[in-house]
């Protein structure tokens, strides 16, 4: 019995891939606010208030770096309401 060879052929696309398009690196300020489930006023009022997460500005545009959303969210999160870095964030209020 002889042996049979199956040669298998591999798309090219699959050998070069095109980079898939990835997910933006800066936001403006309604993407970000849509990232964070905020309102676009509410990030406006952050940014002059002091408290929001880091921005960028270029020229006159204000963009959020992905990461930084993610690093203030990060630094917003709590187990509960008793939880001793909840009331000291929220003492003053």
Known sequence: MAASHVSLSVPTSSVHPVAAPSAPRYLTNCEAAAYLR????????????GGGPRFRKFGRRVLYAVTDLE???????YGM??????LEHHACR
């Open 81 to 86: 309401t008793s939880d001793p870095e909840y």
């Open 38 to 49: 905020l309102s676009p006023r509410t990030l406006e009022k952050l940014r002059v208030l």
């Open 71 to 77: 690093g203030w969210a990060d630094e917003h999160s």
